[in-house]
C-alpha cells in the first residue's frame, strides 16, 4: 500500500534520496517477493485498494509472478533427493507427502478474490507446476471459497 500511496504525491527520488517509493519498492523486492506467504498477503491486500496497483506500479502481476517462480523452486526443490539417491549420503532422507508444496502455500490463496486466484493459477501452470498440484489447489479453493 505506501508503494500505492507513495505514488499519488510523487515521492520519489527526483526530490530526495531514499524517498517513500525507493523505501517501498525496496522493502518489497527484499522481503515481499522473497517469500510465497508475503507475497499472498500483499495481493490479497492489493484487491481491497481502491486505486488499482496494477495500474500504478505493476505490482500485482509482480506478486503473481513471484508466487509462481518461488512456488515452482519449492517444486524443484522437492525432487532434489530423488535426484541424488545414487550418492551415499550419512543422512537420512526424508520422505515427503506429494502434496506437500500445495498444503503448505496453496492453502493461502483462499484469501484470493476468485480473479487474482485464477491469474496465480494461470501463472504456475505457464511455468510447469504439477498438474497434481494445480488440481489439489483448486480443489481446496473451490471447497474454501466458493
Known amino acids: 500500500m505506501l508503494r500505492c500511496a507513495s505514488h499519488f504525491p510523487e515521492m520519489t527520488e527526483e526530490f530526495a534520496d531514499k524517498n517513500l517509493e525507493s523505501r517501498a519498492e525496496s522493502y518489497l523486492t527484499h522481503v515481499v517477493l522473497t517469500s510465497i506467504p508475503n507475497s499472498i498477503a500483499v495481493l490479497h491486500t492489493c484487491d481491497t485498494l481502491i486505486s488499482s496497483p496494477e495500474e500504478i506500479t505493476n505490482l500485482v502481476p509482480r506478486l503473481?509472478?513471484?508466487?509462481?517462480?518461488n512456488a515452482c523452486k519449492e517444486q524443484l526443490?522437492?525432487?532434489l533427493p530423488k535426484l541424488n539417491h545414487t550418492y551415499p549420503s550419512k543422512l537420512p532422507?526424508?520422505?515427503s507427502d506429494p502434496n506437500?508444496?500445495?498444503n503448505w502455500w496453496g492453502k493461502s490463496?483462499?484469501?484470493l478474490s476468485l480473479d487474482f486466484f485464477h491469474r496465480?493459477?494461470?501463472t504456475v501452470k505457464s511455468k510447469g507446476l504439477k498438474q497434481d498440484v494445480i488440481?489439489?489447489?483448486l480443489i481446496n479453493y473451490a471447497h474454501n471459497s466458493l
Not at 503473481?64 to 517462480?69: E, G, H, L, M, Y
Open 64 to 69: 503473481i509472478n513471484s508466487i509462481a517462480n
Open 77 to 79: 526443490a522437492s525432487g
Open 93 to 95: 532422507i526424508p520422505t
Open 100 to 102: 506437500t508444496p500445495s
Open 109 to 111: 490463496l483462499v484469501v
Open 120 to 122: 496465480v493459477l494461470t
Open 135 to 137: 488440481s489439489n489447489i
